[in-house]
Nanobody, 115 residues
Framework: QVQLVEAGGGLVQAGGSLKLSCAAS????????AAWYRQFPGKPRETVARILSGKGTYYADSVKGRFAISRDSTKRTLYLQMYNLKPEDTAVYYC?????????WGQGTQVTVSS
């Protein structure tokens, strides 16, 4: 059973930084896509950043230059380093893995940026 456990969300002032982590357990040792999504109230989830295995990274325009996605394969942990946070970054953040036509989601972590 694959489980993704997120950590690192919280309350931060505008201009501050947070680092989210997503630790995988169970039988997930590779991936096609590793990504972070976020969801604003009443809106669908949107891609924040993703890694395509062997093909590089993608960032949403709204976070480009401020956020960085990375993965430590030895720890099977996905990270999202967020700098210069803005109130409009306030959302629930979810990690995601796609592998062999299966989707795996974390439980979500709240990030709140105060002005």
């Amino acid at each position: 059973q694959v489980q993704l456990v997120e950590a690192g969300g919280g309350l931060v002032q505008a201009g501050g930084s947070l680092k989210l982590s997503c630790a995988a357990s169970g039988s997930l040792f590779s991936f096609n896509v590793a990504a972070w999504y976020r969801q604003f109230p009443g809106k669908p989830r949107e891609t924040v950043a993703r890694i395509l295995s062997g093909k590089g990274t993608y960032y949403a325009d709204s976070v480009k230059g401020r956020f960085a996605i990375s993965r430590d394969s030895t720890k099977r942990t996905l990270y999202l380093q967020m700098y210069n946070l803005k109130p409009e970054d306030t959302a629930v953040y979810y990690c995601y893995y796609g592998y062999n036509s299966r989707d795996y989601w974390g439980q979500g972590t709240q990030v709140t940026v105060s002005s």
